[in-house]
């Protein structure tokens, strides 16, 4: 199925990306911990469900079915609190989860198809989640699981779930009824531990409004909440003509829609048109057949959605042209008090396009955060990260630009400062190895550094490297040049005085390049070491 780049779809790759920065915050938080708090566990557990239920509506099966698996995984250890789950091995299997829905989204983005296979991660996800629930979990998944293909472990009926049967027809008339009744289903979301209808394709089909209209929306609804606010939410409107619902019991909720209408009383009443409605509450759930889609309540109440839109940066660069040509043409203006107006409007639209322009550090320190998780597994170091100023707010084109250099330096840190945990422990430092990022406004410019307290910068093993290319001066002695002097060496072209060249750096990218790109955007990159205190790099950029 072939997707156009429509305000859906805008909706959905928007909202699923905040969701995955989100959801890499919060896991990258705790990656150091023993093990997820249970606030942590129910907020993964929620992003997962969350995009699981978008993916859902919008038909991506293989996204839906990565994080329905996933969803599975969270839901068993916030309801079982096992024991002795590897925390960095679940870290790293939901990063690559994270990995492969960016990877789909931006394959959207290019306007290609979201289908890429995602049965192996889905098989090392049921793996990891047999080895952490062993044979009764196993039994429990088996006996829930019925003529589904994807596993979801449901929460245990209380005696506090009421089962419902609701029926609702619409007036010939009614235009795009499967859109009214889609309005049901999310007004119903608020009560609703497990919510099936029929037909199930009310958006992914426009043909499913004529089968409404022919033979009425049915739905069956597990909820805690009484049969009186069952009926005070589907009563408050959407165009239809009658409502019918009846309480049944768990074995005919079960049954699904074979025994729908058998005793069903229908009472009619006329209601309008209510809420909007938003995509990502749909959850693609393998039932028996006719059995629909199922959409599962969220853990927790969800939060205010944000006011931000997404805007085309082609477009914003647009504007900005645009206001500086304006700019330009208010400064010709002859009358003196026009002019002033003139002027003072210009200056106030420059100010909000100029901050349009801003992001935040949030992201792409994030994303050297998990770099330093991934250095410290694959090389066994033991490496914290710890982030300053993500909070600040620098332009777009900066920010994106300097992705690149950042990760060449933040390599370079986990791979050649930090000690291992042996040697540093020798030194007599924490086993524990540290890079702090940070970013700030100062005096004009903003500054985005990489520290390190390992080793620090070998100053005779670079003068040493320096003096076998040429780059001395024979006639100055090593002690008259100065430590930024020697530093600078390191950004020349093919340095180096690294002899093995490892998976984290040394890949043929070397200072010279960090420092070609750093000047291209105007900035200047300067170098500080200590002997076995460690090492810092800053990026300085004019505002």
Not at 280 to 299: N, Q, R
Request: some cysteine; overall charge negative.
């Amino acid at each position: 199925m072939s997707f156009k780049r429509d305000d859906m779809l805008d909706t959905y790759l928007l909202e699923t990306s905040q969701i995955l920065e989100e959801l890499q915050t919060v896991v990258l938080k705790y990656k150091d911990e023993p093990a997820f708090p249970e606030d942590a566990v129910d907020e993964i557990f929620r992003h997962m469900h969350t995009m699981k239920g978008s993916a859902g509506f919008m038909m991506f099966e293989q996204l839906n079915a990565l994080a329905h698996k996933t969803e599975d995984v969270f839901f068993y250890i916030r309801e079982h609190k096992p024991e002795g789950v590897n925390q960095k091995d679940l870290v790293a299997l939901v990063l690559k989860v994270s990995d492969f829905i960016q990877g789909e989204l931006d394959r959207l983005s290019e306007g290609e198809v979201a289908d890429t296979d995602s049965g192996a991660l889905i098989e090392e996800l049921d793996e990891f989640l047999k080895h952490i629930s062993k044979d009764d979990a196993e039994d429990e998944r088996k006996a829930s699981s019925g003529a589904s293909t994807q596993i979801y472990i449901a929460p245990k009926d209380t005696k506090a779930s009421h089962y419902f049967q609701i029926y609702i027809t619409y007036t010939r008339d009614t235009k795009l009824a499967n859109v009214h009744a889609y309005k049901v289903v999310h007004a119903l979301k608020g009560v609703a531990e497990e919510i099936k209808y029929s037909p199930s394709t009310i958006l992914s089909d426009e043909k499913s409004s004529d089968e409404i209209l022919d033979q009425g929306f049915k739905i069956l609804l597990k909820s805690h909440s009484p049969k009186k606010k069952i009926d005070e939410i589907v009563s408050a409107g959407y165009e239809t003509r009658s409502i019918s619902i009846i309480e049944i019991d768990a074995s005919r909720f079960k049954a699904g829609f074979k025994l729908f209408g058998v005793d069903a009383p229908i009472a009619a009443k006329q209601t309008e048109v209510a809420t909007e409605y938003v995509p990502g509450d749909f959850v693609v759930h393998a039932d028996a057949p006719g059995g629909g889609k199922v959409l599962a309540k969220d853990s927790a109440a969800a939060k205010s959605k944000s006011n931000h839109v997404n805007i085309e940066v082609s477009q914003m660069d647009k504007l900005s042209d645009l206001i500086m040509k304006l700019v330009s043409a208010e400064k010709k203006l002859s009358d003196d008090k026009t002019a002033e107006k003139v002027k003072k409007l210009t200056g106030d639209i420059q100010d909000i396009v100029m901050n349009m322009r801003l992001v935040p550090m949030t992201n792409i320190f994030l994303r050297m955060n998990r770099i330093i998780f991934e250095a410290s597994r694959k090389m066994d170091k033991d490496i914290e990260c710890s982030i300053i100023g993500d909070e600040v707010r620098a332009d777009r084109g900066i920010v994106e630009h300097i992705a690149d250099p950042l990760m060449h330096m933040v390599r370079n840190s986990a791979d050649h400062g930090i000690e291992p945990s042996s040697v540093r422990e020798a030194a007599g430092k924490p086993a524990k190895g540290k890079i702090t990022l940070k970013a700030e406004i100062k005096n004009g410019e903003l500054l985005v550094s990489v520290s390190d307290d390992g080793a620090g910068l070998n100053r005779e093993k670079i003068l040493n490297k320096a003096k076998e290319k040429g780059l001395t001066d024979k006639n100055r002695k090593d002690s008259d040049y100065t430590d930024e002097e020697v530093w600078k060496f390191i950004t020349l072209p093919g340095f180096s005085t690294n002899a093995n060249i490892t998976e984290f750096s040394g890949r043929g990218v070397g200072m010279d390049v960090v420092v070609t790109s750093i000047e291209q955007i105007g900035g200047t990159l300067d170098i500080t070491s200590k002997a076995g205190k460690g090492s810092t790099m800053t990026m300085r950029f004019p505002l």
